[in-house]
């Protein structure tokens, strides 16, 4: 029983590239979320799931796409990245209400 | 104006000593409330998850809930050098997901 495994940890883009984060998990948990994470900032939400082809926007959407075809796997995509999105991305999930998140351990990206 | 406020610390205390920390708040509509800690380049786990107002008690510690005055509190009795670390407070007006988060309390505990 893995949990929310994330991968890669580190990555380094150059301004305009686009990559994948990806997350998966083993739990059956119905609720997937992606959070980044910067000084000062908190947590703040990017997208979230409650179930297979179900998504939605959170706080700060604008430049990541997201899908989830299974239960296990919730990608965040970024399109074209940019300076502003270095930071520390991570992927929690939610077996259902009343719980509360079970967090990856996340991805340091830098955007150069 | 952020939704959640949080002091950042660093907050030093001794070992054996109580630790207050707190997290203050503008929605009225917030209900649902959690604590996490965060080591240094780890993924936050939950301590706590309480709903409304009142207190909850688990081992050392105690999350305490005022919805009238928007603030909340964790609580850690005889704290020890393992608890140094980040805590985050989170909270929604949902019982899952769509969590706000404060930016994080750093402590220190001394030997």
């Known amino acids: 029983n893995a949990g929310v495994t994330q991968t890669p940890k580190f990555q380094v883009l150059k301004t305009g590239q686009s990559m994948t984060l990806q997350c998966a998990q083993d739990m059956n948990h119905e609720y997937m979320s992606w959070y980044r994470q910067d000084p000062g900032m908190g947590l703040r939400l990017i997208h979230y799931s409650v179930g297979a082809g179900i998504t939605d926007q959170g706080e700060v959407p604008n430049g990541y796409n997201v899908s989830r075809s299974t239960t296990e796997d919730f990608p965040l995509r970024l399109l074209s990245a940019a300076p502003s999105q270095t930071s520390v991305y991570f992927c929690a999930t939610v077996p259902g209400p009343n719980y509360g998140y079970t967090f990856g351990s996340g991805t340091r990206l830098t955007v150069v | 104006q952020k939704e959640v406020e949080q002091d950042p610390g660093p907050l030093s205390v001794p070992e054996g000593a109580i630790v207050s920390l707190n997290c203050t708040y503008s929605?009225?509509?917030?209900?649902?409330f959690m604590w996490y800690r965060q080591y240094s380049r780890k993924g936050p786990e939950l301590l706590m998850y309480t709903y409304s107002s009142g207190n909850k008690e688990d081992g050392r510690f105690t999350a305490q809930v005022d919805k009238s005055s928007k603030y909340i509190s964790l609580f850690i009795r005889d704290s020890q050098p393992s608890d140094s670390a980040t805590y985050l407070c989170?909270?929604?007006?949902?019982?899952?997901?769509?969590?706000?988060f404060g930016s994080g309390t750093k402590l220190n505990v001394k030997p």
């Open positions: 929605n009225s509509a917030f209900q649902y």
């Open positions: 989170a909270m929604s007006p949902y019982n899952f997901n769509k969590f706000y």
